[in-house]
């Protein structure tokens, strides 16, 4: 375990056992930035100030902290330790260290221990309030979400390239970064799998579709009836698929004619087309009728 001394916002030393090393603040900061997620530091407290309390639930507590060395926030998970096994901690360190690079999920800064519990600290991210999406122009309102539908099957397909299973693919664990990007978090519900699981790779493609159906239930009167325009319907029915054999695969998820009309190079909020499209509500009766020759 590792032990940074902090003085007027700048490292002066690092401690290891009985080795300390002295150095400039700037020669420290590029040894921490090489080591940081690869050690254990102690004493938190020498790093980061606790700003405020954000949520305790469950079996993990979640704050704002403020950083000493670059005056940035950034979010602190703590966990007890007589709450949570230690193996469970790293291997979330584990999977996170293996997803470091990709941008959908959320990034872990530094990993501290105490004598009663773990701290992980990530970048500062934000939930998103779907409840307050109010649009006038539902066709903006569905670009906002094929961009977070998207997002949310790449992090899908990251996972099962990776051989990971996260069971709580969930509105709850989406956050958002300062550059609008749609963030997994949640990896204490996460596992490394020895192999391949198509089970596994369908849950989380069935997640993935529950929380389709959740984001437009957020803008629908009727939540029970819900309008999903661009081939929406007939991609959250591939996904909720119960037989494996039958469900569409993430190759096919991401290659869906519902995404085919928006131009993902360009800024997250413009839309390269729109195509109107006058459709009565959809249900899955609808969809296997015969069509009317009248109309």
Not at 34 to 63: F, M, P, S, W
Not at 239 to 267: C, G, P, R, V
């Amino acid at each position: 375990m590792l032990k940074w001394k902090c003085q007027e916002n700048k490292l002066i030393s690092l401690n290891f056992q009985q080795i300390t090393i002295y150095a400039t603040n700037e020669d420290l900061l590029i040894l921490k930035k090489h080591l940081d997620c690869k050690t254990t530091y102690v004493g938190i407290r020498d790093i980061y100030d606790n700003v405020i309390l954000i949520q305790e639930l469950g079996i993990a507590k979640t704050c704002k902290v403020k950083s000493k060395l670059d005056g940035k926030i950034y979010i602190c998970k703590c966990y007890k330790k007589q709450e949570v096994e230690k193996y469970k901690i790293y291997e979330q360190l584990v999977i996170l260290r293996k997803l470091i690079d990709f941008k959908n999920v959320a990034q872990l800064n530094d990993f501290y221990e105490s004598s009663n519990s773990y701290y992980l600290i990530f970048e500062q991210m934000n939930k998103i309030h779907y409840h307050s999406f109010c649009h006038e122009d539902i066709q903006s309102m569905m670009f906002v979400y094929q961009i977070l539908n998207q997002d949310i099957l790449c992090c899908i397909k990251m996972l099962i390239s990776n051989r990971i299973f996260h069971s709580q693919i969930t509105l709850q664990n989406i956050l958002i970064d300062k550059n609008m990007n749609c963030k997994l978090a949640g990896f204490e519900h996460a596992e490394l799998l020895s192999e391949d699981n198509p089970i596994f790779n369908s849950l989380m493609l069935n997640m993935a579709g529950k929380m389709m159906i959740k984001l437009y239930q957020y803008n629908s009167i009727n939540k029970e009836l819900i309008s999903i325009p661009d081939y929406g319907n007939s991609l959250i029915q591939g996904l909720l698929e119960t037989k494996i054999d039958q469900q569409i695969n993430i190759e096919q998820a991401l290659s869906h004619q519902y995404f085919e009309y928006f131009d993902y190079n360009s800024s997250p909020m413009k839309q390269q087309q729109i195509i109107p499209k006058l459709k009565s509500f959809i249900t899955q009766q609808s969809l296997s009728s015969p069509i009317d020759s009248n109309i």
